[in-house]
């Protein structure tokens, strides 16, 4: 009974040993898992325990054997987690494309302003646009006019440097039309009907308000376009302005209910603003210089045009003198 005993106490002492063995085993196995894994791998699958055979077993003859040493439980390896792709580390800002980029500013020129602009603006620019096609008709037309005339009228006054009469003025200038057979005809056509008349100072101041008349006439005649200048060159910048005017108000208004003072928002209102001030100063500019020009061209031409009157009434004088000698010999003989 002793041996019996002491091989159950010695089968006993084994098998703690075997227990006491195992584990510590696997708590440290359980420990170390976590600190493998990634943080992004999924958990570690735990281990089933394995069943422990019974410590000691009967042998027949009562003396008990000792039992086979049984495996600890062992604990399943944990599943490395698969390495993170470069498409997870990078952050979603840099997969798609970079928001807050502002929009590309439209093209500024000046037809796109020009359709881009109030309807008011733009009937604005289209009425400086005409004024200042005005400008440039008139002071080609103004030119051609003047040009012709002056050079009619010096040729004309070249003509009858010579002539001794009226009657003979008239035929070195033909039947050509000008402000110098004009006055001519006056002339003629007031000694003709004060024929009779003794008075040569009433002869000559009869034909000298014709003449007046014919030179104011010419004066009106010789005029014309150049009011139109005058307006558009004094009209033009106010009319500009008010284009302006209306276009910073439009812009305003649309910086009120944009909440923003960004300059993508308030530079094109203002752009199209200011084109109309542009356009009334390239209207106003050439028409005030043209004006002027055409001022001293239009003085010389009429000083050719009081010369033309003063040759005709010196030629009447003469006539005047001549019949009036003729009629003195007449009574002497």
Known sequence: MKITSFQASLAAAVLLTATWLAVPVSAQTQTQAPVQARPSAPAPVAAQPVPVAPATAVQPGGVAAPAPSTAAPVAAAPVAAPPATEAAIAPASEAGP???IAPAMKELSPWVMFMSADIIVKAVMIGLAFASLVTWT????????LSVASTKLRSALRKIAEARSLAEAQMALGSKQGILPSFLS???REARMSAGLSSDSGIKE???????EI???EQRRIRIGMGFLATIGSTSPFVGLFGTVWGIMNSFIGISKSQTTNLAVVAPGIAEALLATAIGLVAAIPAV???NHFSRVTKGYLELVSRASGTAAR???RDLDRSHGSTHSRAAE
């Open 98 to 100: 970079k928001a807050g």
């Open 289 to 291: 210089i043209i004006y």
């Open 206 to 212: 009869r034909a000298a308000s014709s003449f007046a």
């Open 138 to 145: 008139v002071f080609i037309a103004k030119s051609v006019e």
């Open 186 to 188: 006056a002339a003629l």
């Open 315 to 317: 030629l009447l004088s």
């Open 215 to 217: 030179v104011r006439a």
